[in-house]
Structure formats: C-alpha cells, structure tokens
C-alpha cells in the first residue's frame, strides 16, 4: 500500500506520515501611538506567505530525511535558495505556488515512536503583493517623466516634495549659498 504524497516540491513527493501544512501571512504594521495609549498604527505592507510543514518520517526511512535536508540546503546557480515549484491541496487554495525553504528544518527523535518529527518553513516567492509593488514600481517612473526638458529632476516634483517652508526659504538660501 503506497502513500499518496500530500506535498511535492518541483514534482518530488515528500512522503511523511500525519503530515499537517498551515498556512500564514503577516500583515505588517508600526505602532504610531508613542506614548499615548492609542492604538493608532502604520500599515506596512503584507508580506510573503508561509507554509508551516510538520510530519513523521520513521527511523527505517532515513533516505527522506535525508532527501528533505538536501531539498532544504540546495541553491540555484546564483547561490541563492533554490526555489521550488510547491504542489499542495492548501497551497493551491491560497495561490501559493514558488517558495524556498525559510527559518530552519528541525528532526526531532520522537520517544514513544521509533520515528523524527520533522518541521520545515517554506516562504513564498514572487508573491501576489511583491508581483504587485513591482508593477506599481515599474509605472512610477513612466510617469514621473515628462516633457520638462530632460533635466534630471521636474519642477513639479520639487514642488510636492518640498514643504513651503523648504521651498520658500530653504530653497533660496541653499541656492545662493551654492
């Protein structure tokens, strides 16, 4: 009787037995109360996904074990993390489909089993918010530029960056001081 594998990795089947796959996401933030007791706060951004993995693998399958550790530790030509193509029931319920392997991978001895509880992160790569600040990214400069002469900064983006203040007496003063 063969286990039907419930995660693979760029085609691979990681078998283990009682495998659990939960899902996370951080919505970052910055608190902005200072000293008050307001619960005002800063959004951040969302980042990356993350896709917790946990399960048995039995001490009479310590080529898994070892597979896993070399699928973990395996970098692309680059010499970053090796990304991986992620086949999952709840990766696809999420979109999560590239990630690499985050945090650590641990194998722990379990003593009422003559098995390891094995525990890996996989982080989401090219994720829908990061596909999305890109494209925001990309269209800035597009229309930044315009038709002032082709001189590196326009007129009207020192307007909007500079506070009257700046613009008014700042501005005059560092001009003429050179």
Do not use: H
């Not at 951080?26 to 902005?32: N, Y």
């Not at 970098?75 to 193509?85: E, F, I, Q």
């Amino acid at each position: 009787m063969s286990q039907a594998a419930l995660l693979a990795l760029d085609g691979e089947g990681i078998n283990m037995k009682n495998m659990l796959v939960s899902p996370s996401m951080q919505f970052q933030e910055k608190d902005q109360s200072g000293q008050t007791s307001s619960t005002a706060t800063a959004e951040q951004g969302i980042k990356a996904k993350e896709l917790r993995v946990s399960g048995l693998v039995t001490f009479d399958d310590q080529a898994i074990l070892q597979r896993l550790f070399q699928l973990a530790s395996a970098t692309a030509a680059s010499g970053a993390l090796k990304t991986y193509r992620i086949a999952n029931e709840t990766a696809t319920a999420i979109n999560f489909r590239e990630g690499t392997f985050t945090g650590q991978i641990d194998a722990t001895p379990q003593t009422d089993r003559l098995a390891w509880q094995v525990t890996f992160t996989l982080r989401e790569k090219n994720s829908v918010p990061e596909k999305r600040q890109a494209r925001k990214g990309n269209a800035t400069p597009g229309t930044k530029q315009g038709g002032n002469g082709g001189s590196g900064t326009a007129a009207g983006e020192d307007a909007e960056q500079m506070s009257w203040f700046e613009q008014k007496v700042l501005k005059p003063v560092n001009d003429a001081l050179g």
